[in-house]
């Protein structure tokens, strides 16, 4: 197949905080080599063991003001106060490279994301419960009580965007949902539509 042509595919991770997106993320990338995630730009403050540069890049208001007027993000919003985008040029750079782009992004800035990019894949991740849900982001221990009850509190409104994305998968056990993740993004690449768009159809005629 005509491989090193290949446009890595542009992944959409949604879901609610504290649902174990992170995590799956961390455990794809570590058992594939053809996937990155993209790095978001934020203006809130670093939590305990967060890394600039691969958690987020932290920047200021100003900067990021800055970089939004000159439409240097695919899409930006603000959540909790804090404003929040992503890097436009990295994003296509690394798929005309052949990687496998993931965001980790909310169910708004998917939307636009999806608007702009029809071919992106949105996978959306769903806890096994909401007593769960609140027993994973207390025991993450990165928020208060009150910014816990404001991130369960947003699971309806998140939950009301699911239509739009191709896939659910429920994190339960971290195994099975990596799997399930895995699946999508091997399946993703198999579509004929893929295969039209990135020369197959033709290098097979010609062969
Ligand atoms: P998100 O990125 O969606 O906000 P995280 O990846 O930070 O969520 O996960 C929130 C917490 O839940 C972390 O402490 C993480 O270790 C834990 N966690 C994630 N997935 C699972 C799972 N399948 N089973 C148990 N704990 C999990
Ligand atoms: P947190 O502060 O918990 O890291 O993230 C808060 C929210 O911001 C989450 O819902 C997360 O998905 C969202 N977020 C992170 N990066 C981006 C981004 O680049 N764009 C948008 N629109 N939302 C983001």
């Excluded at 090193?4 to 455990?27: D, H, Q, W, Y």
């Excluded at 239509?163 to 990596?178: H, I, P, R």
Aim: hydrophobic content about 35%.
């Amino acid at each position: 197949m005509a491989g090193s042509k290949r446009k890595g595919l542009l992944v959409l991770i949604s879901g609610p905080s504290g649902v174990g997106k992170g995590t799956i993320v961390a455990n794809l990338l570590a058992g594939r080599q053809d996937c990155i995630k993209s790095v978001s730009a934020t203006t809130r403050l670093p939590r305990t063991g967060e890394t600039e540069g691969q958690s987020y890049f932290f920047i200021s208001r100003e900067k990021f003001r800055e970089w939004a007027e000159q439409e240097l993000f695919l899409e930006w919003d603000e959540h909790f106060g804090n404003c929040y985008g992503t890097p436009r040029q990295f994003v296509e750079e690394q798929q005309q490279a052949g990687k496998h782009v993931i965001l980790e992004i909310d169910v708004v800035g998917a939307q636009r994301v999806m608007q702009k990019n029809p071919d992106a894949v949105g996978i959306f991740i769903l806890p096994p419960s909401m007593s769960v849900l609140r027993e994973r982001l207390l025991s993450r221990g990165t928020e208060t009580a009150e910014q816990v009850q404001n991130r369960l509190e947003r699971l309806e409104k998140e939950l009301s965007y699911i239509d739009s994305y191709s896939y659910a998968v429920v994190n339960d056990d971290l195994e099975t949902a990596v799997g399930q993740v895995n699946e999508i993004f091997n399946a993703e690449m198999l579509k004929t539509k893929r295969l039209r768009r990135d020369g197959f159809i033709g290098d097979l005629l010609s062969n």
